[in-house]
C-alpha cells in the first residue's frame, strides 16, 4: 500500500513538473503581472507617487502543491489539484497605502476578460495568525482556456510581517512557538496601526497642497 501511495505521489509532482502543464499558468501569471504595471502606471500618473511599489509571480512548485493537497484532505489527484487549488499562479503586488490596494482591485475587476470568482478580505477580517493580505481568486483568458490566478495585493508593511511570519511560523510545525504566534499577532495589530496613521499623513498633507 505505501509503495502504490509513494508511486501515486511521484506521478503527481512528475505530471505537475511538466511545462505543458505550468505554461497555462506561467502565461496567465505573466499578463496579469502586465496589467498589474499599465495599472500602476495609470494610478501613479493620476496620484502623483508610484502606488504599486513592486510586483512578483510565481507558479506554485509540484512538491507544494501535492502538500497543499494532502492537508486540504484531498487526493493527489491531478485533475483536482487544477480545480480545488485557487493559487496555483499566484501574483502578487505591493502597494505603499491601504486605499491604493483597494484601487488596484476595483480597476482589475473592470478589466475585459477577467472574471473575478472570489475575493477573500483579510485586511479587513485579519486571519487569527494576524495575517493581512487581500486575495482576489479570479479567472482569465489565456488563448482559449481560462486559467485560475490568486493575485494578493498588501500594503507594504503587511509584506514584511508576511514574509517573517511565513518562514519562522506559518510554514513550519514546531509546537513550541506559542509565545512567538502572540508577538507575531501583536506586530500585526501594531502594523495594522501603522497603515491606518500612514494614509492619515498622507491625507492630512493632501489638504494642506
Ligand atoms: P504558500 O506555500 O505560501 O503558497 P482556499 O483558497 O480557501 O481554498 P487557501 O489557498 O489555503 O485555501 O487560502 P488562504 O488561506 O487564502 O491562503 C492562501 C495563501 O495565503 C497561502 O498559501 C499563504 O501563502 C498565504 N497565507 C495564508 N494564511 C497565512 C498566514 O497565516 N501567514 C502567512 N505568512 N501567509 C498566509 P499556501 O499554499 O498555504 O502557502
Sequence with gaps: FLE??????????????????????????????KRLQVINEE????????CIKEITWRVKTPDSCLNK??????????????????????VR???YFLDDMYQVMEMLRTTP???????????????????????LIM??????????????????????????EHHFVYKTNNLNIEECEEEFLKCSKSIRKIDKQML??????????
Design 4 to 33: 502504490m501511495l509513494i508511486d501515486t505521489y511521484a506521478k503527481f509532482i512528475e505530471e505537475w513538473g511538466k511545462q505543458l502543464r505550468r505554461e497555462p499558468y506561467e502565461k496567465a501569471c505573466m499578463q496579469v503581472h
Design 43 to 50: 494610478m501613479s500618473n493620476q496620484r502623483g507617487w508610484i
Design 69 to 90: 493537497m494532502l492537508d486540504k484532505g484531498y487526493a493527489a489527484d491531478v485533475e483536482l489539484a487544477a480545480e480545488k487549488l485557487n493559487d496555483i499562479a499566484g
Design 93 to 95: 503586488a505591493v502597494c
Design 113 to 135: 476578460g477577467y472574471e473575478f470568482i472570489k475575493v477573500k478580505d483579510y485586511v479587513k477580517k485579519p486571519k487569527a495568525s494576524g495575517y493581512q493580505s487581500l486575495h
Design 139 to 164: 479567472k482569465i483568458p489565456v488563448g482559449e482556456q481560462m486559467v485560475k490566478v490568486e493575485t494578493q495585493i498588501r500594503t507594504q508593511a503587511m509584506d514584511f510581517w508576511s514574509d517573517i
Design 200 to 209: 492619515k499623513i498622507r491625507r492630512k498633507i493632501e489638504n494642506t497642497q
